[in-house]
C-alpha cells in the first residue's frame, strides 16, 4: 500500500470519527450522560464508583419538571469544577425546620425563587445545603433515573411504582429493584 493509499484512508476514517465525537459530546453534554459517583454522602443509595445515567434534557421540557425525593447531578455551589449528586428535598417557596449540622442558625428557612435545598442521604458525610444554602436551579445539569452499575441490583428511578413488594421508598420517592 502506498503512502497516498494510506493518506486517504487515514483522513476517510478521520472524516468519520470527528462528527461521531462531535455528536456522542452533543449528546453527552445537553441530552443523556454516563456519570460516576463518589464519595459517602449518597450512600446507602449510591456508594463509590456506581455508575448512573442523567437525564440532561427532558426533565426540563416536561410537565413533571423536578420534584422533592429526584437525585439530580448539580455543579457544586462552593467549587464550580465539581459536579455533586444530591437528593433535592425542598424546592422554592417551600418552608421547612432546619435540623441537624449546618452553618444557619435560623430555626426556619424559605427556599427562594430559582433555588432547591439539595440534601446527601448519608447526612453525617455530606456537605449539602445544610452548610452552603440553597443551591440555584441553573446549577442543576441532570436528573438521576437508572443506576447501571453494579449490576447485582439495577435501580430504576420512578415516582410511581406498579408494586409495593418491588419498590423502596427514599425520602419520598420509590425506588423500583430489578435483579
Request: net charge positive; hydrophobic share 35%.
Amino acid at each position: 500500500m502506498s503512502w497516498k493509499q494510506l493518506f486517504k484512508t487515514n483522513v476517510r476514517e478521520l472524516l468519520l470519527l470527528v462528527p461521531t465525537t462531535c455528536l456522542f459530546q452533543l449528546l453527552n453534554d445537553n441530552v443523556i450522560s454516563f456519570n460516576m459517583t463518589e464519595g459517602p454522602s449518597m450512600q446507602p443509595t449510591f456508594g463509590d464508583n456506581n455508575l448512573v445515567l442523567v437525564d440532561r434534557f427532558w426533565y426540563r421540557i416536561t410537565k413533571r419538571g423536578l420534584q422533592n425525593g429526584d437525585i439530580v447531578v448539580a455543579k457544586s455551589p462552593v467549587d464550580p469544577t465539581l459536579d455533586v449528586c444530591k437528593r433535592i428535598s425542598h424546592r422554592e417557596g417551600e418552608e421547612f425546620p432546619l435540623h441537624g449540622k449546618g452553618i444557619f442558625s435560623y430555626e426556619r428557612i424559605r427556599i427562594p425563587r430559582n433555588h432547591v435545598w439539595l440534601e446527601g442521604d448519608n447526612k453525617d458525610q455530606s456537605f449539602d445545603s445544610r452548610m452552603h444554602g440553597p443551591v440555584p436551579i441553573d446549577l442543576i445539569r441532570g436528573r438521576v433515573i437508572l443506576s447501571i452499575y453494579p449490576f447485582k441490583v439495577c435501580l430504576l428511578y420512578t415516582s410511581d411504582a406498579a408494586d409495593d413488594l418491588l419498590c423502596v421508598d427514599l425520602g419520598g420517592r420509590r425506588i423500583i429493584k430489578k435483579k
